[in-house]
């Protein structure tokens, strides 16, 4: 079994980073829409990701208010709140609201499913001069069941060969 080494100060500050660069790219793909849509957000919006998120509610371009509201106060909390944490549980959570909503405007397609994999075969008895045993070993990335990325060897055990 392969054992990862988490590192603490990773694990506090990687989330809430991806977390406000998350929400910054979402806030990037409203402003694109309403230009895209000459649309014209009149005064009475805030100039703000919360008028921008209650403009297109406004307009029936997001179903999905609340939800952009909580994600939108969450990241003001780790933008302004250094004591303020989020874990990968929350942020893939949210995450997948946002990815909703850019595939809705058509920012994006669908996020696809990677998956990582290590295999090991069982050693053998080697045919091959002064190799007793050899081994494979692989690792890579899935996507579905096609590999798309693979590091793969052969590890062989010499035959010892005494005085």
């Known amino acids: 079994m392969m054992r990862t080494h988490r590192n603490p100060l990773l694990e506090y500050l990687l989330p809430a980073l991806l977390y406000i660069k998350m929400v ?3 806030d990037e793909a ?7 849509q000459n649309m014209s957000m009149p005064k009475k919006y805030k100039n703000s990701l919360q008028g921008r998120i209650d403009f297109l509610t406004d307009n029936q371009v997001l179903n ?3 939800e952009l509201h909580e994600i939108r106060k969450k990241r003001n909390g780790l ?3 250094t004591a303020k944490q989020i874990d990968w549980k929350e942020l893939e959570k949210d995450l997948n609201e946002v990815q909703k ?4 405007l058509k920012f994006s397609g669908t996020r696809p499913n990677y998956e990582f ?5 069982a050693m053998k008895y080697s045919t091959e001069p002064g190799v007793l045993f050899v081994r494979d070993f692989s690792y890579g990335l899935k996507k579905g069941d096609e590999v798309i990325a693979e590091v793969s060897w052969t590890e062989k ?7």
Do not use: C, P, Y
């Open 24 to 26: 910054s790219i979402l």
């Open 157 to 163: 055990t010499l035959k010892f060969e005494g005085e």
């Open 117 to 121: 994999f290590i295999e090991r075969s």
């Open 64 to 66: 999905n208010s609340m």
């Open 101 to 104: 909503t850019l595939e809705e």
């Open 79 to 81: 933008a302004h709140d």
């Open 30 to 36: 409203f402003v694109t829409h309403i230009d895209n």
